[in-house]
């Protein structure tokens, strides 16, 4: 690759990085995307959609298993553990597929390497020039130029202290592209991640371990949500272990031992889920002046912009929760600001959670404790699935929408559903908010019958204190 020079540059083609790229080329700037490994991110490649195309074979083997409920009596149903890993692969590679072509599109230039920014020239005149406004970057031997750099190499596995990730001790990642189904397994870590991979594999056959050392699974979300996770967890066969931490973790080639609760256990496969750190390391920011903050993340403004003029930094990079979708959102605000555009900053409140271990979970905003802690006057509307017609008929009573919300305006400060399909349930509720509604109109919104989404609205008039079936 010879210098060449773009009006935007991109480190990272994860969904930060692609979307903001589309983007920049759609506002017109001759734009490039640098990549070290693979179109698409982890995201595409080793996170998000492996980890749901993995689930998505463990949600048909669980309703196959309830076929009989239904009046379907099947044979024996075997797990092609390959063939599951083969669709995966088959998911991941249509996907970046299509990512690439999106990219082939929108005209923007796709550079194989890894990025580093050079430090600012200094002129002893101390007179800036256009040229010197522009910001170098290092891809293998060459030099690029922008006016504009996004940031977007996005995050990296991180193990807990004195456990390092080789041999069986696995990261996240590792753990979707799995060449064999481990028979015994251990998940540290029962945040959204930990959580999917951990009734994923006990669907799939595994014997899981799913270990916490909080007091709750998915401890940030809403307790209500928490309690009826984990009893369709343990119902899944997994033992499930809160408060609960390891120590003493020794492995061999093919096995992993640790101590918990003064026991020993030994598996084939640890899976450490316990958070991620922001791949800043290739990118040698301190020499480029781009500030870091106390977590280590890139310091950004409410339009993503670094301490350095004319570089920008989003996704897993930046503060906030580490989510596919909010990446995106903050790669358009990026490069709006940079073409010139009005932004707006990124509503955290309004980013949908999603966690898709089963029974699904999805939620946004404040739970209800955050809510009654933040000084909120709080009104709280709970609605299990089985009041709605659509419960019952699709088979799924035990799911649960709970509404919070407050007494003086209505407004909807935050939602927490779980049961079949809440991943995609949640959205109404991020919608209803942002566009401005509260708990009283989501009351009167008409919804189809019969739906889940019925809950919503009941949940909503539960609410509102005019619940109609319950
Ligand atoms: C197992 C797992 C499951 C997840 N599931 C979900 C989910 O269901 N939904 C959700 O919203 N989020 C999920 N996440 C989180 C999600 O993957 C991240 O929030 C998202 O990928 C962040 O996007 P990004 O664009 O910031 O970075 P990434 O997707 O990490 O992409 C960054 C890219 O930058 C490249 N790169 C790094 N350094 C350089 C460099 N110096 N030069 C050039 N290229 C570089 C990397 O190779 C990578 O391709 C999951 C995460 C994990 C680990």
Redesign the pocket.
């Known amino acids: 690759m010879a210098d060449a020079t773009f009006d935007c540059i991109v480190?990272?083609?994860?969904?930060?990085?692609y979307v903001a790229a589309i983007r920049a080329a759609q506002l017109g700037m001759k734009t490039a995307v640098?990549?070290?490994?693979?179109i698409?991110?982890?995201?595409l490649?080793?996170?998000?959609i492996p980890?749901?195309a993995v689930l998505r074979s463990a949600d048909i083997l669980t309703e196959i298993g309830e076929a009989e409920q239904f009046g379907l009596t099947l044979g024996s149903v075997q797990v092609d553990y390959q063939a599951v890993q083969a669709r995966r692969q088959k998911v991941v590679s249509t996907l970046t597929g299509g990512v690439s072509g999106l990219l082939k599109k929108n005209e923007v230039q796709v550079i194989s390497?890894?990025?580093?920014l050079l430090p600012p020239s200094t002129r002893r005149d101390g007179i800036e020039s256009d040229q010197d406004r522009l910001i170098s970057v290092l891809v293998g031997g060459s030099t690029l130029t922008a006016s504009t750099v996004v940031l977007?190499?996005?995050?990296v596995r991180r193990s807990i202290p004195g456990v390092a990730l080789e041999g069986p001790i696995i990261g996240?990642?590792e753990a979707?592209a799995l060449p064999e189904l481990p028979k015994r397994l251990a998940v540290v870590g029962a945040g959204?991640?930990g959580t999917?991979i951990a009734s994923g594999f006990a669907r799939l056959g595994s014997e899981v371990m799913l270990i916490e050392m909080l007091d709750r699974v998915l401890p940030t979300e809403d307790e209500d949500i928490c309690r009826l996770v984990e009893r369709g967890l343990k119902r899944q066969g997994l033992t499930v272990l809160t408060g609960t931490s390891i120590e003493d973790v020794q492995a061999t080639e093919s096995t992993v031992s640790f101590t918990y609760r003064d026991q020993r256990a030994e598996v084939d496969r640890l899976v450490i889920a316990t958070g991620?750190a922001p791949?800043t390391e290739?990118?040698r920011l301190q020499e480029a002046g781009v500030e870091l903050d106390e977590r280590g993340c890139v310091k950004v403004d409410q339009a993503q912009r670094t301490s350095r003029r004319g570089v920008y930094a989003?996704?897993?990079?930046v503060r906030g929760p580490?989510?596919?979708?909010?990446?995106s959102d903050e790669g358009i605000i990026a490069v709006e600001d940079a073409a010139g555009r009005q932004t707006h900053p990124i509503s955290y409140i309004d980013i949908p959670r999603?966690t898709?271990c089963t029974p699904n979970v999805g939620s946004f905003g404040l739970t209800e404790q955050q809510a009654k802690d933040a000084g909120h006057d709080v009104v709280v509307g709970k609605v299990p699935y089985g009041a709605v017609g659509g419960g019952t008929v699709y088979g799924d009573r035990t799911g649960l929408v709970k509404v919070v919300g407050e007494t003086r305006y209505g407004e909807l400060l935050g939602g927490h559903i779980v049961g079949s399909r809440a991943t995609e349930l949640i959205q109404e509720l991020v919608n209803v908010r942002a566009l401005e509604g509260g708990v009283p109109e989501l009351a009167r919104i008409i919804h189809g019958h019969p739906t889940l989404s019925e809950a919503v609205m009941e949940a909503a008039r539960a609410a509102d204190g005019w619940l109609i079936h319950g």
């Open positions: 480190t990272g083609s994860g969904p930060g990085g640098v990549e070290k490994d693979s698409g991110g982890r995201c490649n080793y996170a998000c980890a749901k390497g890894e990025a580093s977007a190499t996005g995050s996240t990642e979707w959204a991640s999917e991620r791949d290739a990118l989003i996704g897993d990079l580490a989510l596919a979708h909010k990446a999603a898709f």
